[in-house]
C-alpha cells in the first residue's frame, strides 16, 4: 500500500494541536478545545505530498490512535496501540504489527507551548473567501484556523516562507467508539518486530521503501 506516510504526517498535524491546547478566548477556541482533550473524531482530505489528495478518516483518545486512509482506489487502516503499530489490510484478513519499543512516531513533533493567538483576517480556502484565526507557538509553529459560520472548514500550517499545507475538515466531533482500536483476532498477523525510529524523517517516509528495506537486511 503506497504512500502510507500521509497517517503519520496527518496525525503530526492533529497531535500538534493537541499539545497546545491555551485559552485565547477566540472564534475557534471551541475547536482548539476538543483537540486539547485528546478525545476527537476527525474526518478530512488533505495533500498526499505528491501533488494529489487523500481523505483521511482519524480517531484519537488518550495514547491511542486508528485511521483510515481512501487513495486511489487503496484504503489503508492503521491502528497505533499499547505500544504498537498495525496497518490491517481488511480485503486480505490480515495485518502487520511493529513493536514501536516505546517510541511513537509523534515524538519528533517540534511542537510544546500554549498556542498563542496573532491575527484574524480572511483568505481563499477551498474555493471559498473565509475568516481565519492564526496562532503559533513557543517553537514558530503556526496555523490558520478556517471558520465557515460556526463550523471549522480546515486548517492550513505554515512553514517559515508563508507556504501552507491545508487540511480540509469535513467532520470533527468526540465521537470515539473503543471499536475502532480493535485489532481483528481472525485476521492473520505479520510480525515486522522492532520498528526503528532512530533517524526516522517523518517528511521522506514511505512505508514500501522502509518494509522492502527491513526484509532485505
Known sequence: MKKIGLFILALSLVLSLVACGGGSGKAAQKF???????????KATASDGYGGQAAVEMYC???KFASVMEEDGETARMVVSDGKYYI?????????????????PMDDIPVTGNMTF????KADFN?????????????????????????????????????????????????????????????????????DLDGFDLDDFDL??????????
Open 208 to 217: 514500501d521503501d522502509y518494509l522492502n528495506g527491513y526484509l532485505n537486511d
Open 61 to 63: 483518545k488518550g495514547d
Open 127 to 195: 474555493g471559498k473567501n473565509l475568516s481565519f484565526e492564526e496562532y503559533t507557538n513557543a517553537t514558530g509553529d503556526t496555523v490558520q484556523f478556517f471558520l465557515d459560520g460556526n463550523n471549522l472548514a480546515g486548517l492550513r500550517t505554515l512553514d517559515g516562507d508563508g507556504d501552507g499545507d491545508d487540511v480540509i475538515i469535513l467532520v470533527l466531533d468526540q465521537n470515539v467508539p473503543n471499536s475502532v482500536f480493535d485489532i481483528p483476532g481472525d485476521y492473520t498477523s505479520n510480525d515486522f518486530g522492532d520498528f
Open 88 to 104: 490491517i489490510s481488511d480485503a486480505e484478513k490480515e495485518y502487520t504489527v511493529m513493536d514501536l519499543g516505546g517510541a511513537s
Open 32 to 42: 482548539i478545545d476538543i483537540f486539547a482533550s485528546g478525545t476527537f473524531h476527525m
Open 118 to 121: 496573532v491575527k484574524s483576517g
